[in-house]
């Protein structure tokens, strides 16, 4: 599903919009997990900068940097990828 972001007057209207299509098409009968990613991977996303911790900082237009995605708690369970180190990104562990 895409929505404009000029539709919310704030980022946390857009989350309580999510979080309430995420509550509604949870309850569907025969719906066993729901999540959402604000961008599908390969599909552009937000670029950031890193810096590597230990190492000098650089200038900004040299700096490496990462595609990120913003996914719902859930998320990669219902996509069924399985966590193969480290641990899950649960709603608990931001709120």
């Known amino acids: 599903m895409k929505v404009s972001k000029n539709q919310f007057a704030n980022a946390t ?12 098409v949870s309850a569907i009968p025969g719906v066993q997990s729901a999540a959402a990613i604000d961008n599908l991977p390969l599909t552009g996303g937000s670029n950031q900068p890193v810096a590597v911790e230990g190492q ?29 180190e480290g641990r899950r990104c649960e709603r608990e562990r931001y709120s």
Do not use: D, H, W
């Open 56 to 84: 000098p900082a650089m200038a900004m237009s040299e700096q490496p940097a990462v595609s990120v995605r913003v996914p719902t708690p859930g998320y990669f369970k219902t996509m069924r990828i399985p966590l193969l």
């Open 13 to 24: 209207g857009e989350a309580q919009f999510f979080n309430r299509v995420l509550e509604r």
